[in-house]
């Protein structure tokens, strides 16, 4: 939607039917727009990036919420809020009808062309089925992001076997995002068997030693196996959207 409105406006130059000076103005406005106090949205970012500003829900008040995804739909065909709690979901879900909410994921998101062709590549597993969350706040943004994605959960280490039934799908991949809890041992064995990046993902899961995923988060920062990159505890979001930027890339 903005490269047509940014098209739109140069034919208009072009054509002599607006002036240089006024598509100036335009532009300046087009960029960077100011919601009450509280945001200044960049909606140049789609055009730099592929991808428009995401919201981060948390902290946001539900007033702040809506208004930020309003302005953001009005120019592009996809908006996607994260960190929106189901609560906060249920007062705003009525000022929001085009937009679809994931309650496990607490993702809420706008996709006004959701049959548009989808990149294949995208691998998404998880430890144990108390890490889905977070998985599937990590494959829901690779889909919005034109990459279609394979899920397999509840493969981690404690059943090897289980990881194993999948090899094949994991080898055919081009990137695999693991996620797990615990002691975070997934995503280092997966790395010993493909040739491709391997996005691990710590969760806040597991007993009181795990200190809230820093003990996962600290396993696959120190992980011996290869092609191993590592996001922040609990971020899906920022695994998706890395796994999405690869698997797209030409």
Known sequence: MQEDVLKNLLEKVKTGAMPVEKAIQELKSYSIESVGDFARLDHHRALRTGFPEVIFSQGKTPGQIVEIFNKLSERNDRVLATRLKPDIYEQIRSQLPEAIY???????????IPDRPKVPGVVVLCAGTSDIPVA??????????????????????????RLLYHLPDLQNARVIIAVAGMEGAL????????????????????????????AALLAMLNSCANGVSVVNIDNGFGAGYLAATINNSK
């Open 102 to 112: 994931h309650p496990l994921a607490h993702l809420l998101y706008l996709d006004r």
């Open 136 to 161: 599937e706040e990590a494959a829901i943004t690779a889909e919005l992001m034109n990459s279609s994605v394979k899920r397999f959960f509840d493969v981690g280490v404690a059943g090897l076997h």
């Open 187 to 214: 995503p280092s064995v997966v790395a010993g068997l493909v040739s491709v990046p391997v996005i691990a993902v710590p969760t806040s899961v597991g007993y009181g030693a795990s200190f809230q995923g820093l």
